[in-house]
């Protein structure tokens, strides 16, 4: 797509980050979930003081798909102790990539995931891995379209609701690139 960029959001987008988080996030799972269930979701998961946190958090980073200067997607990661699973300090955890709907299919996510992986070389991190709900069909198939296989589960609460995500990963550095000594 044109016009996109990837800039990287500072506590001075918190409201914007705010909006796309619930946004995005309500039209991903709504439509599957019980409304108290979301409503609580989205209070709390996007509450500013949590997001505060999150951005002052030197091990996370948020980044914002831009289209003419308006958000239509974000990117988290984290590394370090701010993973949500203590794997490997030497990993890098996607903890979000989220769309607006009207932009799904349009390569968008791709763009933010390529900027995470450019982040994990740039770290020189081992492997890149994240949590994806089981039932979230799309984002399996894209992150299994990029290299990631699954490894392990863990569970997600949504309000009252335990649901289950499988944690995929995707190696960075393979034999190929090992030096024999």
């Not at 992150?143 to 392990?152: C, Q, R, S, T, V």
């Amino acid at each position: 797509m044109e016009h996109i960029t990837i800039e990287r959001a500072t506590i001075a987008d918190l409201k914007k980050l705010q909006e796309i988080g619930r946004t995005t996030f309500s039209e991903a799972f709504a439509a599957v979930n019980s409304e108290e269930n979301m409503k609580e979701y989205l209070e709390n998961g996007f509450s500013e003081e949590k997001l505060k946190a999150e951005l002052r958090n030197a091990a996370s980073q948020f980044y914002f798909a831009l289209l003419d200067g308006k958000v239509i997607g974000y990117l988290k990661i984290n590394v370090g102790q701010a993973q949500t699973e203590k794997l490997n300090l030497d990993a890098l955890e996607i903890e979000r990539i989220y769309l607006l709907k009207a932009f799904y299919g349009k390569k968008v996510g791709q763009l933010l995931y390529q900027k995470a992986i450019d982040l994990a070389h740039e770290i020189q991190a081992s492997y890149v891995w994240l949590g994806v709900w089981e039932e979230n069909y799309r984002a399996l198939k894209f992150y299994e379209k990029n290299g990631f296989i699954a490894f392990d589960k863990h569970k997600f609460w949504l309000g009252d609701d335990e649901q289950t995500d499988l944690m995929m990963k995707k190696v960075l550095v393979n034999e190929k690139e090992l030096k024999v000594s």
